[in-house]
């Protein structure tokens, strides 16, 4: 029989093999700048990190560069991820890898997390599988490493659970704090998170049942959770209402929620939970785990928390119907309790405990549980090498944002030509406007020029056929063209030789 301490230190040895292939498997491209991938949702978040350091570090005024004439203040979430960058910008200097590292840091926390909270639930093998599956599967690698918040509200998200059930167990302040912390933060990062309620309200009746009502500590804690955040997005609205600049976090019935009549369509739930959750997030092998884990017994009534905090986020899938369609990082809170269950299936298939015994004794359920694993880790590497094929080292981003700070000064405005991409923008280092193609006329351009706009440029895979129209072509030729190739054009707006 194994003694504790060795028993222990195997253990740790464990973990810290999850840990350290969740660190090496976001490593790659991690000193490269924003593009590809949603590089709009990275451009937004990396510009509001470099604002936040040239203009005085005041997280209370997140700016975006798209604002055109005006300041740029935008009504968002509670950008704490881009601010904690910017404090390295100060640091180090302004660089991409600095975002990117601080999503594999908020990433590696976050398996730990799974693990220790599962641990605590149900076993040490449930908890190994769970948080190997978290740090392999494929979207949880691209966006554990991207310059996007999700990193850091995945982190708060399980914190906030283990650390609420901690409170419950040992009713210890330093506990309940660190609940409210990470609650808190979690709801302002992304105001969805409400649904962390749920799970919590079921840890709180399992100790105290119809008590829990009752419990002035649990109505502390949610006030204590809820002023925070009330006051960061009236706060927010007031920056649209003075600004006019938005991420639509209020947009009801025509962006990301509010539109129910999808819930209707068969095709809302073909989209969601096969071609998002099963291909593209847990592959098609670990959503049959997932499957198999539903359905194996639950062996204490308190495991029921993570089909209570799944059902949560099942809910917000249907209040945010057309946000989880257009967005599939949307759906990386549902992963969170889902890697529980394909930790269960695996702890069935493949048991910690009797691993060699388990291909004697089942070789039909080992070899199953095996070929899942070695499916996951096959088509999690396809996925990822695909999301991160758009990173491309000779993009004309790139090339077409030197040629902008070349011909302009730090605090020139630019109009950029494409699909509401702020990523031009940001590698330009220039405010301004997007604008798609179809706008672009003389009287366009004479309005934004008497607006301070001093170049116009765009990639032209945005045109019809990839060319410029005549008759755009016709007004630019006005202009000083100092680039035009078959990629993009960079025009300096003033009248050309």
């Known amino acids: 029989m194994e003694n504790e301490p060795n028993k222990?230190?195997?253990?740790?040895?464990?973990?810290?093999?999850?840990?350290?292939?969740?660190?090496?498997?976001?490593?790659?491209h991690i000193t490269f700048p924003v593009l590809g991938w949603h590089s709009w949702r990275q451009s937004d978040t990396a510009s509001i990190a470099r604002n936040f350091f040239e203009n005085g570090f005041n997280i209370l005024y997140p700016q975006v560069n798209w604002g055109g004439t005006g300041t740029g203040y935008v009504e968002a979430e509670f950008h704490i991820y881009p601010f904690i960058v910017s404090l390295l910008y100060a640091v180090f200097g302004v660089n991409d890898f600095w975002g990117r590292i601080v999503s594999v840091i908020f990433s590696v926390l976050t398996v730990y997390g799974v693990f220790i909270l599962v641990k605590k639930y149900m076993n040490e093998s449930v908890a190994f599988w769970s948080a190997l599956i978290y740090a392999i599967i494929p979207l949880n690698i691209y966006y554990g490493r991207a310059f996007m918040p999700e990193s850091s509200l995945l982190m708060c998200s399980v914190y906030s659970v283990y650390f609420f059930s901690e409170w419950l167990d040992k009713e210890k302040v330093k506990y309940f704090v660190l609940a409210i912390i990470f609650t808190a933060f979690a709801i302002l990062i992304k105001l969805p998170a409400l649904y962390l309620g749920l799970p919590l309200l079921f840890l709180a009746y399992q100790k105290f049942k119809a008590k829990s009502f009752l419990k002035p500590a649990l109505w502390i804690f949610v006030?204590?959770?809820?002023?925070?955040?009330?006051?960061?997005?009236?706060h927010a609205h007031q920056?649209?209402?003075?600004?006019?600049?938005?991420f639509g976090i209020w947009t009801y019935g025509s962006d990301k929620w509010g539109m129910f009549d999808l819930l209707l369509k068969p095709s809302f739930y073909n989209d969601l939970f096969l071609k998002s959750i099963a291909e593209r997030h847990l592959t098609y092998p670990g959503f049959i785990l997932l499957i198999i884990g539903l359905f194996i017994k639950r062996k204490n009534p308190a495991e029921k928390l993570f089909d209570f905090w799944l059902l949560a986020v099942l809910i917000y899938f249907l209040i945010v119907?057309?946000?989880n369609l257009a967005q599939e990082y949307y759906q990386l809170p549902f992963i969170l309790p889902a890697v529980v269950f394909i930790g269960k299936a695996l702890d069935w298939l493949l048991p910690f405990g009797k691993f060699k015994e388990a291909f004697s004794m089942s070789k039909l359920k080992s070899s199953f549980g095996v070929l899942c694993l070695v499916m996951i880790l096959v088509l999690s590497y396809?996925?990822?090498?695909?999301?991160?094929?758009?990173?491309?080292?000779?993009s004309s981003v790139f090339k077409m944002a030197n040629d902008i700070k070349l011909v302009t000064q730090k605090n020139d405005l630019i109009i950029t030509v494409c699909d509401g991409n702020p990523v031009y923008l940001y590698h330009a280092d220039r405010k301004g406007w997007v604008a798609p193609p179809g706008v672009l006329d003389e009287k366009f351009i004479n309005e934004h020029i008497k607006d301070g706009a001093k170049v116009l440029a765009g990639e032209k895979s945005f045109f019809e056929g990839g060319k410029l129209p005549d008759s755009l072509l016709k007004i630019l030729n006005k202009y000083k063209i100092i680039h035009n190739d078959e990629r993009y054009f960079v025009v300096l707006l003033k009248p050309g030789d």
Not at 223 to 234: C, F
Not at 239 to 246: E, K
Not at 383 to 393: C, D, K, L, Q, S
């Open 8 to 28: 222990t230190k195997s253990n740790w040895k464990r973990i810290g093999f999850v840990l350290f292939i969740t660190f090496i498997s976001r490593l790659y």
């Open 223 to 234: 006030i204590l959770v809820i002023i925070p955040v009330v006051l960061w997005y009236y």
């Open 239 to 246: 920056l649209f209402i003075n600004n006019g600049v938005s």
């Open 321 to 323: 119907a057309q946000g």
């Open 382 to 394: 396809l996925r990822v090498a695909h999301t991160m094929g758009g990173e491309n080292p000779d």
